[in-house]
């Protein structure tokens, strides 16, 4: 039972620091306004549409209140289409997810981590190396893998993504005469989420598996200088 215990205490561990690791960086982004208020700029969206910066501003802001704080739907001066609309609600629930997701796997980790820092409960290690340690390369193989594949075929790897988050559905290809937001919303930008969400989650986990392995080697260092110690003072 003990076993079974310690074992449960261990996943529910890592799966939260997992969670919380992914789940972070992208409500960041979700929440962040100025990171598509710098990228207008950026990306002489002003060109791209015809609309001025305010107008633009307002109409992300719009967009992203339906879909945040589930106000009425609206897209600021852009008009839409029904399937564009239908999209954005989709979205809006993978928002949501992640948006409750990010505080609960961060008391279920906090909470962890603090029973275990005082020895309440046990969580399984190996040769002194934390769960997390193992638990971090879960996130770094799996983006890994998304992001050689994207390199290999970008376009193969954004309809992958999107059959794997709206499966059975089409509505994410738009078409600008009907929904023509999608200039607002240019693919350089999404890239540029892609890239500081991984960047976020791999600076944490490289951070972890460093602190591991530094761990690690100091623990090794004491264990063998005490060794040493004890040989030198005839003990065995």
Request: charged fraction near 15%.
């Amino acid at each position: 039972m003990k076993k079974l215990i310690k074992s449960l205490n261990t996943l529910v561990y890592a799966l939260s620091f997992i969670v919380l690791v992914i789940s972070v960086p992208i409500a960041i982004v979700l929440l962040w306004r100025g990171f598509y208020y710098w990228h207008i700029d950026l990306l002489d969206i002003t060109s791209l549409t015809g609309y001025t910066k305010d107008e633009l501003i307002m109409s992300f802001n719009e967009l992203m209140d339906s879909l945040i704080f589930y106000k009425p739907f609206g897209e600021g001066v852009f008009k839409y289409s029904e399937s564009g609309m239908n999209h954005f609600l989709d979205c809006r629930i993978l928002f949501t997810i992640d948006l409750i997701a990010a505080p609960i796997s961060l008391v279920i980790f906090a909470l962890h981590a603090f029973l275990i820092k005082f020895n309440f409960i046990k969580v399984y290690q190996v040769k002194n190396l934390s769960v997390l340690f193992f638990a971090s390369f879960v996130p770094i193989i799996a983006f890994g893998a998304l992001a050689i594949f994207a390199l290999i075929d970008v376009d193969a790897a954004y309809a992958f993504f999107h059959a794997v988050l709206f499966p059975g559905k089409d509505n994410w290809l738009f078409n600008g005469n009907t929904d023509p937001i999608i200039y607002a919303l240019p693919e350089q930008f999404f890239l540029d989420c892609g890239i500081f969400i991984f960047g976020l989650i791999l600076i944490v986990l490289i951070g972890v598996i460093i602190f591991n392995i530094i761990r690690l080697v100091k623990y090794s260092s004491v264990r063998i200088y005490n060794k040493y110690d004890l040989l030198k003072r005839g003990v065995k």
